[in-house]
């Protein structure tokens, strides 16, 4: 994405611990899902792969993904994420069309080529039902 720019950011915290600052890079406006874009998540504390795909699943589940596409969900995420320390970066690229792509720090680590799963994904910050609300409006740049 050369032309990205920063659409905006902000922290995540959970019970006062702040788990990791979010930045959200596009091209242009994120509305409905015709633009490309880059979420990247910067931990500040170290989880396990299996915390973030724990986590992953049950915000997806709750805005809506049937059991089979969570079951199927988990295998991809279980392949693509990695346990990650303080100062680690998870980028997730949003592609219309085609689906998502991830790095680890800069390093590619899957594409996957399910366009229900990226936009599942990443509805989890910038959907209308994202649980942190005020994070979505500061990725949006509102």
């Given amino acids: 994405m050369p032309a990205a720019q920063l659409s905006g950011s902000g922290d995540f915290t959970w019970f006062g611990l702040r788990l990791y600052t979010a930045r959200l890079w596009s091209g242009g406006p994120v509305q409905g899902w015709q633009v490309p874009f880059a979420l990247e ?26 059991p089979q596409q969570l079951a199927a969900w988990r295998g991809l995420m279980e392949a693509t994420f990695v346990d990650v320390g303080p100062g680690q ?26 366009i229900a799963f990226a936009k599942a994904f990443f509805a989890i910050w910038l959907g209308e039902g994202a649980r942190d609300q005020q994070l979505r409006a500061r990725l949006l740049g509102r």
């Fill in 41 to 66: 998540l910067r931990y500040h504390v170290a989880l396990s792969r299996d915390t973030l795909v724990q986590a992953s699943l049950k915000e997806m589940r709750r805005l809506g993904a049937a």
């Fill in 89 to 114: 970066r998870i980028t997730g690229v949003y592609l219309p069309g085609v689906g998502c792509r991830f790095y680890v720090d800069d390093q590619l680590r899957r594409d996957i080529s399910d």
